[in-house]
């Protein structure tokens, strides 16, 4: 079975990819007990235990440190962070081989229940529907799996937990990479993958 390795500052978190779902319930580093204002007062330089778990359903979700190039402006704010609980990234066979694009399909769970993440890319509250769409502002590469990620924010709809939401991170990626070899045009293929999603305010002025 593969295994997923994140550093997290001189501390390394290693589970089995089907154990990375059990974060649900835990943080990612060793700031689990940490207060709820650390989500406030710690930026994306640094471990942050996340916001407290809020609602029915609600997990409380740590968030790992950041690297340099992906993260999301200084001072911003983490308002969520969210586990991918079962989750694929569709490519579609184009030339003879899986390329371009995928379409991700995949629920996450964290601070605020549940979040339905799709096409488009658009992630949407599943307790009281608002919505987002993002585009890719920044990737970090990680050796066999899909990149993590910073997306910017581009539109909202609906009023609710993602209303504030700026920036996104995609992080601690598992899986996801396009099929090798040969195939049919047209011909799609779903793969799992796991990932953590931080979600962010953009700085008070």
């Known amino acids: 079975m593969a295994v997923v390795v994140a550093a997290i500052g001189a501390v390394t978190f290693q589970a089995s990819a089907d154990e990375v779902s059990g974060l649900q319930a835990k943080a990612v580093g060793p700031q689990t007990e940490a207060v709820g204002q650390q989500a406030e007062a710690v930026g994306p330089e640094a471990?942050?235990?996340?916001?407290?778990?809020?609602?029915?359903?609600?997990?409380?979700?740590?968030?790992?440190?950041?690297p340099s190039s992906i993260r999301p402006p200084a001072g911003s704010r983490l308002v969520?962070?969210?586990i991918v609980t079962t989750g694929t990234q569709t490519y579609t066979c184009t030339g003879g081989v899986f390329t371009g694009a995928s379409a991700p399909e995949a629920r996450l769970v964290?601070?605020?229940?549940w979040i339905h993440h799709t096409v488009g890319p658009k992630w949407q509250s599943e307790r009281d529907k608002s919505l987002i769409t993002a585009t890719k502002t920044a990737e970090s590469p990680r050796e066999g799996t899909i990149p993590?990620?910073?997306?910017?924010?581009?539109?909202?709809s609906g009023k609710g937990i993602l209303s504030n939401v700026s920036y996104i991170s995609r992080l601690y990626t598992s899986g996801g990479v396009a099929p090798a070899g040969s195939c049919t045009d047209g011909a799609t293929?779903?793969?799992?993958?796991?990932?953590?999603?931080?979600?962010?305010?953009?700085?008070?002025?």
């Not at 964290?110 to 229940?113: F, L, R, V």
């Open 110 to 113: 964290g601070t605020a229940g």
């Open 189 to 205: 293929k779903a793969v799992p993958y796991k990932a953590l999603y931080a979600f962010w305010a953009a700085k008070r002025k």
């Open 80 to 82: 969520g962070a969210y």
């Open 47 to 66: 471990e942050a235990a996340g916001p407290p778990a809020v609602g029915p359903g609600a997990r409380r979700i740590g968030v790992p440190r950041i």
């Open 148 to 156: 993590e990620l910073l997306l910017t924010v581009n539109s909202h």
